[in-house]
């Protein structure tokens, strides 16, 4: 029911900054759970962080003071600013969607109704 494009990854160096995009089609963002999540080679898709229809935000503890999600209703998109990156942030990151009155959990992928196709950020040393 909603579509998901992700934008924005590409290679930085360590201290470096990224802000990658979620454009929402089908629904308006303000209408649905949605976060974000990454996985890097080897390793289970990794909670970053969420926020409800409400706006009320939720961040995994290592991603906290780093990493900000906002949301922008006007052009139905949700962003995830990352500063101070570091090589171990190199991962493919990816949007998710949960729509509204389901009580999913934000930080439980499988919760989600709607995947982008991901978007890769590596971080060189």
């Known amino acids: 029911q909603v579509q998901l494009v992700e934008s924005g990854g590409g290679l930085v160096q360590a201290g470096g900054s990224l802000r990658l995009s979620c454009a929402a089609s089908?629904?308006?963002?303000?209408?649905?759970?949605m976060g974000w999540f990454r996985q890097a080679p080897g390793k289970e898709r990794e909670f970053v962080v969420g926020i409800r229809w409400s706006a009320s935000t939720y961040y995994a503890d290592s991603m906290k003071g780093r990493f900000t999600i906002s949301r922008d209703n006007a052009k139905n998109t949700v962003y995830l600013q990352m500063n101070s990156l570091k090589p171990e942030d190199t991962a493919v990151y990816y949007c998710g969607a949960l729509l509204t009155g389901r009580l999913g959990r934000l930080d439980r992928a499988r919760d989600y109704d709607s995947w982008g196709q991901g978007t890769q950020v590596t971080v060189s040393s």
């Open positions: 089908g629904r308006t963002v303000s209408s649905l759970d």
